[in-house]
């Protein structure tokens, strides 16, 4: 009875370890979209043909390497970053003609931007967040 308490406790304790770092991760990750700048970037799909990619989009940022954000590094923003779409969407890359695909995005101080959400500019108006959900 004894030894079975202890093992019961032990996967009690176990799990809650789990359950903390998921929360911790998030309230991170939260925090950040709270607290660091963002960005709305042009892109340029740019998908390296993986036959288990999964369901996302990979962007190319279309910055001006002359004069990057602040206190960010070029080569750091010039690495493609995934954005992660539902099942049911269809792939948000395939635009109309006169249509451009733009991403927001948080830069952190370390390692490269993370996509928020993406929108549409069309012509020279202002850009309309898509409604992926």
């Known amino acids: 009875m004894n030894t079975a308490m202890t093992l019961r406790m032990k996967g009690l304790l176990l799990a809650a370890l789990h359950v ?3 929360l911790v991760i998030g309230g991170k990750l939260l925090y950040d979209r709270q607290q660091l ?3 709305w970037v042009q892109t340029a799909p740019y998908d390296p043909d ?3 990619r ?3 989009v990979q962007l190319r940022l279309l910055l001006d390497e002359q004069h990057p954000p602040a206190g960010m590094d070029v080569s750091t923003l ?3 970053v995934p954005f992660f779409i539902p099942e049911h969407v269809p792939d948000p890359s395939v ?3 006169g249509e451009t695909l733009w991403v927001e995005v948080i830069l952190p101080p370390k390692g490269p931007p993370r996509p928020i959400q993406l929108g549409v500019k069309v ?3 202002a850009i309309v ?3 992926l959900n």
């Open 50 to 52: 993986l036959p288990l």
């Open 37 to 39: 700048p963002r960005l």
């Open 123 to 125: 012509g020279q108006g």
């Open 78 to 80: 010039l690495q493609p």
């Open 95 to 97: 635009r109309p003609a």
């Open 54 to 56: 999964g369901r996302y």
């Open 20 to 22: 903390a770092l998921v």
């Open 129 to 131: 967040p898509l409604a």
